[in-house]
């Protein structure tokens, strides 16, 4: 801040500085060497970079299943940021196939064979064994009806036993066919059964396996979403830390000058006189010394009363032009 006062006869006007009152010089001085000490202090740049949370276990591991469940091998992850790198090259058989291939199995010519009962053998021959035991008590009555007839040992009597074995046998193979057709329908039932069974749970799985899968992607997604929070406000704290020197800084110069502004000038030494009026005086002393004052002698008529005269600096005389007068065209210059 600098005021103005009057100066030499001159009329130039005197340029004098004005500072701060005394006690407030420290605090100033105070403020410029932290201002010079906060350009020498290197700024990082990496705590205040915006940051990605990587993915963590929980969604890795929801990947691995979902990669598992369409017949990929084992994923590979980024071991600093989680971040799904390669895959195996796996069986390519997804996750409900092994249940479509069994349904197929089921539905062959030879899927009820191992619905087939272990223990119709065990069934069949008691039952056979029974029906020769009927069979023999009935052949029996065969002579004695003869003997009634008075026919025993006679052809008629063996061609009624004929007769009776031939029957009975037929009876048998029918008794072992239906005791046979009757596990046979059994077992097809029950592969049929099989394979509406693992249809279902060949539609099933992959419900049950997304499920899964998504419970682990949400549990993941919303620690991931934690991470990210703790990441940004990591860097908010990094922004904080860096822009604090400026706003102590601001705060403090505002107070400097609010207590500047408020106390009275203590006036220094004159350092500046008005350069233009300066220069004038300097051309106008040049000036007389290129161009001395001229004396000019009138005489009138009778001589009588002889006249002197000079002229300078332009001075009036029969002889002066201001065309040629270098104090015409001072005032241009200044």
Known sequence: MA??????????LTTTPTYAAEFIKPLGSMLADYTAGLFNQPINLE???????GQNVLQQAAQQQAATQGGLGSLQFDPTTGQLIGAGQGTGVAGYQPYLNQATALASNTGYQQYMSPYQQQVINPTL???DIQSQ????????????????GGA???IAESQYQSSSDLNRAQLLGNLLNQGYGQALGQANIGVTQQQQLANLQPQLAAQNINLLSTAGAGQQSYSQNILNAAQQGNQIAAQYPTQYLSGIAGLYNTIAGSTPMEPGTPLLTNPSLVAAQSA???????YPPKTNININQNQSNPQTTSSGGGGGGSDYNPLTDPMTYLPFFF
Do not use: C, D, H, W
């Not at 006062?5 to 009329?11: D, K």
């Not at 106008?284 to 290129?290: K, N």
């Open 156 to 158: 008629r009597e063996g």
């Open 3 to 12: 005021i103005t006062q009057p100066g030499s006869n001159t009329g130039g």
């Open 137 to 152: 008590i009935n052949k029996q009555a065969i002579p004695a009806s003869a003997i009634s007839q008075g026919a025993f």
């Open 47 to 53: 705590g205040m970079m915006p940051q990605v949370a």
């Open 129 to 131: 064994q029974q029906f």
């Open 284 to 290: 106008a002393g040049l000036y007389g010394a290129l």
